[in-house]
């Protein structure tokens, strides 16, 4: 069975500063890992995935995130946080064989105040 | 840009009512997929459909069934709505391959 941990249920960071959200997981064989956003009352929009190839994926608004086979981590990451990335964030994962349909953390609320 | 659309934004049924919410997707995507998301569990997966008339069950199926009758709808039913079923519901696309999942606005449910 896959599975997602998001440790935070929140993470608060002042406007300007650099902010990482967490995440670990646990798959059989090779991971797809994504990363999504969702603002209040909105469905969740990509952000960013790791395929294959380089550890650091850049996507949407700045984001990048570091895939670490090792510590079967994929943290999130900004260098510098708007006010505006306030929102719910999910990290997802599935196998690259096997059913395709993702499976998802509980989410963590980044909180950016000015 | 992919859209995927769901037919009620917020939603509110008795205990006992049957229960459809429709999702349509507009982007020729074979993947669907139905999940519901509650505070603390995430989203977690109800359904999913790799094509018309094919359909799996996911983490969480009791209580629900689907159709997929075209490659663009996908329908999530609720036979008999009971209070626990009170939740957001999203429905998603995607195509085969690296499946990057396109979600829609979600559906607000509130069973009472």
């Known amino acids: 069975a896959q599975s997602v941990a998001q440790p935070e249920d929140q993470v608060n960071v002042a406007e300007g500063n650099p902010l990482t959200v967490k995440c670990t997981y646990s798959?059989?064989?090779?991971?797809?890992l994504f990363w999504y956003v969702q603002y209040p009352n909105r469905g969740l929009q990509f952000l960013l995935k790791?395929?294959?190839?380089?550890?650091l994926v850049k996507g949407s608004y700045g984001f990048e995130a570091e895939f670490n086979k090792s510590q079967t981590s994929f943290h999130l990451k900004k260098p510098s946080a708007l006010v505006s990335d306030s929102a719910l964030y999910f990290c997802?994962?599935?196998?690259?064989?096997?059913?395709?349909?993702?499976?998802f953390g509980s989410g963590t609320r980044l909180q950016v105040q000015p | 840009d992919v859209k995927v659309t769901q037919s009620s934004r917020y939603l509110v049924k008795r205990t006992g009512e049957k229960v459809f919410l429709e999702c349509v997707q507009d982007?020729?995507?074979?993947?669907m997929f139905w999940y519901r998301q509650d505070p603390g569990l995430g989203l977690r997966l109800i359904y999913f459909?790799?094509?018309?008339?094919?359909?799996e069950k996911g983490d969480i199926p009791e209580g629900y069934s689907v159709s997929r009758e075209k490659k663009e709808r996908f329908s999530l039913i609720l036979e008999s709505a009971s209070t626990n079923q009170t939740s957001m519901y999203l429905c998603?696309?995607?195509?085969?391959?690296?499946?990057?999942?396109?979600f829609g606005p979600g559906t607000r449910l509130t069973v009472l």
């Open positions: 998603a696309s995607g195509t085969g391959g690296y499946d990057t999942q396109y």
């Open positions: 798959v059989s064989g090779n991971p797809y």
């Open positions: 790791y395929i294959t190839g380089d550890n």
């Open positions: 997802a994962v599935r196998a690259l064989t096997g059913r395709r349909a993702l499976t």
């Open positions: 982007m020729d995507h074979e993947n």
């Open positions: 459909s790799y094509d018309v008339k094919m359909k």
